[in-house]
């Protein structure tokens, strides 16, 4: 992680021109914009508010101390397994998170660099944090991504939200978008005890039609398990989703008997289209 490689993945959000290193923590373009990286080597393009919240660090740390147990390992495993089919140098992490299934990636993929994506600055400082081969961006997936054209052999969405014209462009010719989301028995039991949010009937079917214009889907693996989860781990699996946003996770009180949690995803593999 440097500003030099950091620089290589990144546009100018302005003028679209590349970023290149102009200084001690500066980034600028050809124009003159200029923009400033912090000293965690990571830089930020939010503009302004849009009532977007992101990953507090009451929720990454959660998410860390749920996912260090090796809950979630068979899905990081069915990722990673299904992105070393590509021999990528260049993966582009949409909805880093933690960082947990990027390191996933690179442990299999080690002459892969990579860019982590995320709206949460908490997020992102944690997933570049003692990682050489990974840079960091603070920016909106809604809004034109600040990454240049065709930067990525890879992209990875895991329970992110998608912007598929932009992951077009940034994706190279041929290029992998691996795309997680939940089933919908997905943590059924916490929703019926009012501990989760919703998931939506059928979202394979959405997110293939929401996608067709710009992917085409080249596999399916659906992945389900049912885990028996002791205190600390239930608390910090409802403490690390969007559900802790409506619940105070310490707050909840029940017995020391483990909870029976179902887990359900589908790890959906789609081909860049050439328009």
Not at 51 to 59: K, R
Not at 95 to 100: A, E, I, K, Q
Not at 135 to 151: C, E, F, K, N
Not at 266 to 272: A, K, Q
Request: hydrophobic share 45%; net charge neutral; aromatic share 6%.
């Amino acid at each position: 992680m440097s500003l030099q490689t950091l620089s290589e993945w990144l546009r100018c959000p302005n003028c679209f021109l590349p970023l290149l290193p102009g200084g001690a923590l500066v980034l600028a373009c050809p124009s003159g914009h200029s923009f400033d990286a912090n000293k965690r080597g990571f830089l930020s393009v939010l503009k302004g508010s849009r009532g977007l919240i992101g990953d507090s660090a009451g929720m990454l740390e959660a998410r860390d101390s749920f996912l260090a147990a090796g809950w979630f390992e068979p899905l990081r495993s069915a990722l990673a397994t299904l992105v070393s089919a590509e021999a990528p140098t260049r993966v582009l992490d949409i909805g880093c998170g933690t960082g947990y299934y990027l390191r996933g990636v690179l442990d299999r993929n080690p002459q892969a660099r990579a860019l982590a994506v995320d709206l949460s600055p908490a997020a992102v400082a944690r997933t570049v944090r003692g990682e050489a081969s990974v840079d960091g961006l603070v920016a909106d997936v809604w809004s034109p991504l600040p990454v240049r054209d065709a930067a990525a052999d890879v992209i990875l969405n895991v329970f992110a939200p998608r912007n598929p014209a932009e992951f077009h462009r940034v994706l190279g010719p041929h290029g992998l978008l691996a795309v997680v989301i939940p089933q919908a028995e997905h943590l059924q039991e916490l929703r019926a005890a009012g501990l989760a949010l919703d998931v939506h009937a059928d979202k394979a079917t959405a997110l293939r039609t929401s996608l067709a214009p710009w992917f085409e889907l080249e596999s399916r693996e659906p992945l389900s398990r049912t885990l028996s989860l002791p205190p600390a781990s239930r608390s910090a699996l409802i403490g690390m989703g969007p559900s802790a946003h409506h619940t105070d996770a310490a707050a909840i009180t029940t017995s020391d008997a483990p909870w029976t949690v179902t887990t359900a995803f589908e790890l959906l593999g789609f081909r860049r289209r050439a328009l």
